[in-house]
């Protein structure tokens, strides 16, 4: 995953989750746990950085097909 395509993800889910807040004043399940995910990467084991950012991309593309 290259550095922009992470920075792109980041932005796209504070800012979804800002709406989210503004308009329910309740973090959905599946966008707190990508933020949860985004915002630990690898701090609890540097190696697991990579899977952090590929749960929270799990987590991101099952919110997104609630949508579809």
């Keep these: ?10 932005t796209w889910t ?10 329910q004043k309740d973090l959905i399940f599946c966008l707190g746990n ?3 995910y985004i915002s630990r ?14 749960k929270a991309m799990w987590y991101l593309d099952r919110e997104i097909k609630k949508y579809e």
């Design 14 to 23: 504070v800012e979804l989750t800002r709406l989210i807040l503004l308009k």
């Design 34 to 36: 990508a933020v949860k």
């Design 41 to 54: 990467a690898g701090k609890k084991d540097p190696e697991k950085y990579k899977e952090d950012l590929q």
């Design 1 to 10: 995953m290259t550095k922009m395509r992470l920075i792109r993800i980041i």
